[in-house]
């Protein structure tokens, strides 16, 4: 019995990796906890979000994303105006990215409840678009499905790649962009990044990608 739950505990990480190294690890990929400690030793990953809620910033699959893992994340480990990795309220199989507005025990307005101030309950954040043109229900974001929790925080973006030439620490909060300034200094491979993005541009132009 050992064995086989070796074997199949093996054959798991071989396929976690593949993705991994794909950069296309998925929010139900970090759900397993043996896998997680697996990855430990690897603090970041590659990501590409979709849509433009988040533009100016990140123009969608056009810019690649460097993410830092948060496998434990709290309110400690996230400051207001992070740039996170959260999984989809409405599927959580899928990941969403947008910046962290505030945290438990401060003070929102939602349009759920008529634009009257309320506190955030315990474990929740709120989390918003960057795009101004867009309306809240295009955004997708707490203004349209709530606060979420904080356990359904996978990561924070901590650099991003416009293009080979224009590239940089994302804008977070201070502390956070001191904090994943080192983690990126030790793990960014930039010759790594920048083939996974141009790989993208290339199967773009090809008309290759999956509509």
């Known amino acids: 019995m050992a064995l086989i ?9 071989d396929t976690m990796m593949q993705k991994y ?21 690897k603090m970041t990953y590659f990501y590409r979000s979709e849509g433009e809620a988040m533009a100016p910033t990140i123009q969608g ?6 993410v830092r893992k948060l496998a434990l994340p709290s309110k400690l480990g996230v400051s207001v105006g992070d740039v996170l990795v959260f999984k989809d309220p409405s599927a959580s199989n ?3 990215v947008r910046r962290l507005s505030a945290l438990e025990g401060e003070a929102i307005v939602s349009p759920k409840k008529k ?7 315990k474990g929740k954040c709120w989390v918003v678009a960057d795009n101004k043109d867009l309306t809240a ?3 997708r974001d707490s203004r349209t499905f709530g606060p ?20 940089g ?5 201070l502390d956070s962009m001191s904090e994943d300034s080192a983690v990126v200094s030790t793990e960014l491979d930039l010759e790594e990044l920048v083939k996974w993005h141009k790989s993208y541009q290339e199967r773009k132009a090809s008309g290759s990608l999956l509509s």
Request: charged share 25%.
């Open 5 to 13: 739950i070796g074997i199949v505990l093996i054959a798991s990480c």
């Open 21 to 41: 190294d794909a950069g296309q690890i998925e929010a139900r990929d970090l759900e397993r906890s043996d896998l997680r400690a697996l990855f430990l030793g």
């Open 94 to 96: 899928k990941l969403l």
């Open 169 to 173: 620490l994302i804008a977070n909060s």
């Open 148 to 167: 979420i929790s904080i356990n359904d925080v996978v990561g924070r973006v901590a650099y991003i790649m416009r293009t080979p030439q224009d590239h």
């Open 115 to 121: 634009n009257k101030l309320s506190v955030l309950g």
């Open 137 to 139: 229900k295009k955004a």
């Open 61 to 66: 699959p056009e810019h690649t994303l460097l």
